[in-house]
């Protein structure tokens, strides 16, 4: 299986983007998806998560109320619409895929596949 992150860009704080995932090679339902990011010189941090079924989400303290996970099975995408952009924000947004379906985990180790980023940058 395959991801592809993409959508990313150069934004103004107080903006907003929307940053998208393809998942070829198995259908997306058969996956719990999930967003981490890493900003530079940092750790990868969990960022949001939804159930293989889009039943159940579930976002960090940092971005709820802000950002919200979607999906759309039939094109096989995950999304990510980012509201409110900060500075702090700024990092690689990675997709990745759960198969187990452990119910939209912040774990990054539950997440077996992951796509190459998609970079996203927030000036003050």
């Known amino acids: 299986v395959q991801l592809q992150a993409y959508g990313g860009g150069l934004v103004q704080a107080g903006g907003c983007l929307r940053i998208?995932?393809?998942?070829?090679?198995?259908?997306?339902?058969?996956?719990?998806m999930g967003w981490f990011r890493q900003a530079p010189g940092k750790g990868r941090e969990f960022v949001a998560a939804i159930t293989w079924s889009g039943g159940r989400t579930y976002a960090s303290d940092s971005v709820k109320g802000r950002f919200t996970v979607s999906r759309d099975n039939a094109k096989n995408t995950v999304y990510l619409q980012m509201n409110s952009l900060t500075p702090e924000d700024t990092a690689i947004y990675h997709c990745a895929a759960d198969p187990r379906r452990a119910g939209a985990t912040p774990n990054e180790y539950d997440y077996n596949y992951w796509g190459q980023g998609t970079q996203v940058t927030v000036s003050s």
């Open positions: 998208s995932c393809d998942v070829s090679g198995r259908t997306i339902r058969t996956y719990d």
